[in-house]
């Protein structure tokens, strides 16, 4: 096996109809890490995942798995990958186990190794109690569970997960994201997609983050929190504080442009950190006439991150 | 969760050759269909009550009125033409369950597998199969409780009931076209009243074609249903009326499902599956 990367994606282009879901996507993805692929809805998350997993063809571009194209080998690209989709793909009127063990023959396994396999992993996904039971009587964390189970079957060196959360409650939540953190310990790598920019940050050793059908910004969670400026100034107006005065004021301190919060009492920017900052800004505040409650110095979040890039925050987008 | 299950790298035996992994993928689908049954049984409807229902009707309500050209009783001339009835019956159920699966995020699974791509709607028509052959045998059950009788010898017999699976066999892929083709199940099984029940009843399933008009008669002789009748009905030793018409299918009736089911298994497999693979890459 050479050292092809897990995923590489070259200008991906793949349009429904005229909509453009991926407009040129380039993307390497290092063999063993967790990479979160970041984006608001319609981002083009999906339709990346769904490309590399040879469900989609790409109109445009070349990405490969392992070193295999997803067009030309798509049958070598099935056998080194898991998919766990938005959607849980297990059959409503079998059993839990049986759906294990009718996934683990389908892979090419033979029936008693499925039936060890679909053992073990029920028992490590604390399913073993309700094996038995017809999916469809399953809640939806536990659906999740299994679905992802069921990705897992031989061994994929590569593992896709599609939104592994949406949609769950937050013991849920929580619940999955220890299932992903033992499952990087084995070695596997892992294409994450999600639009919580907690999940990334929580999750992912690497995010790119995707906007429109492509990817406008990579690196470590911290590369790109400091990308946007590592820490941030907030100051807090008080009523009727003069908006226009302050972004003055802190000009001479930031390192970019100040955001001013919608009911402009609130106003942000990055800055660099140095001894005494926030007793220098109250000063230069003050000396230009803006009365403050409070100044605070805080670490950039994906979010900032997320709207320095995009122009919008995540959820906004997604709410729209 | 220890990592030893999730290790890189597949430390497990592969099947050899393409076309074992093919059969086992087709079993193992198969079953999965024939589950959903033990699970709910009212899905076997199609192929018991209905069946059941149809030839009582036609024997008690309509038999009497129709009349059987060269005689015989309506009783044995029915049962041939709801072999055929019964069997094609249930390929808007086939096309149902290729609508439901592929609605499902259980295909992006299956295409994600290192399986068979002609493996998922394979299995779907066997899994028709099976249920054709418990339909085939309620018709005869339920024929001779109302007096339908063979006279013929076990060859016939056997001849007979394979070119019926034969021709239901052939239906279930015209069935899983419909299912790629069609966006909803509720369409796939609208197509039951819109194809099939014209193509039964335009046919000598129920009455002979010499009472048809002169310009339906063709169609009705060079139904393929009207030949899975005649076929039947010729190997049961039963009421053939067809016999006296000059159509070639009616005439060499078994060597017309012959040539019908293989035409429509030609078409129709390769058409469904290269839909499926279409519809499948988006």
Redesign the interface.
Known sequence: MGEAPAIEAEGVVKN?GRTTALAGLDLTVPRGTVYGLLGPNGAGKTTAV?TF?????PDGGRARVLGSDVVTHA?RV??V???T???????E??SAR?NLV??G??????AA?AGR?AG??LE?FGLTDAAGR?VKTYSGGMRRRLDLA???I????VLFLDEPTTGLDPRSRAVMWD?IR??T?????LLLTTQYLEEADQLAARIAVIDGGRVIAEGTPGELKSAVGGERIAVDLAAGGDVEAAITALKPFSAGPAVASEDGLRLEAPVVLSDGLTTTVVRALDAAGVQVTEVSIRRASLDDVFLSLTGHSAEGKVAA | ?T?????????????AGRFA?FV??VW??T??SL??IR??PETLAEVTIQPILFVLMFTYVFGGAIGIPGGGSYHEYLIGGMLGMGLAQTAPGTAVAVVTDMS????????????SRA?VLSARTVADLLTQVIGAIVVAGVGLAIGWRVHTGPGDIIAAFALALLFGYAFTWVGACLGMVLRSPEAAQQSGFVIFLPLTFISSAFVPTQGMPGWLQPVAEWNPMSALAAACRHLFGNPNPAAAVHAWPMQHPQLAVIAWSVAMLVVFAPLAVRLYRRK???
């Not at chain 1, 989709?85 to 059959?91: C, E, F, I, N, R």
């Not at chain 1, 023959?105 to 033979?110: D, G, I, Q, V």
């Not at chain 2, 499902?104 to 399986?115: A, H, V, W």
Request: contains cysteine; aromatic residues 4%.
């Open positions: 429904f769904r997993a040879t469900l989609l063809r049958a099935r056998s990958i898991g998919l989709g938005q959607y849980a793909a297990l059959d009127y079998l049986a009718m996934i023959r389908l892979s090419r396994l033979t190794e396999c073990d992993l490590r017809a069921a990705s897992l031989g061994s994929p060196e299932i033992a499952l310990a084995g070695g596997t790598t | 969760m990592s030893a299950v999730l290790s890189p790298g597949r430390g497990v035996t592969r099947q992994g086992t993928d193992v689908l079953k999965r589950a959903r699970r709910e499902t995020g259980l295909i992006d699974r299956f295409r994600s597998l290192p399986m493996a499948a890459l988006g």
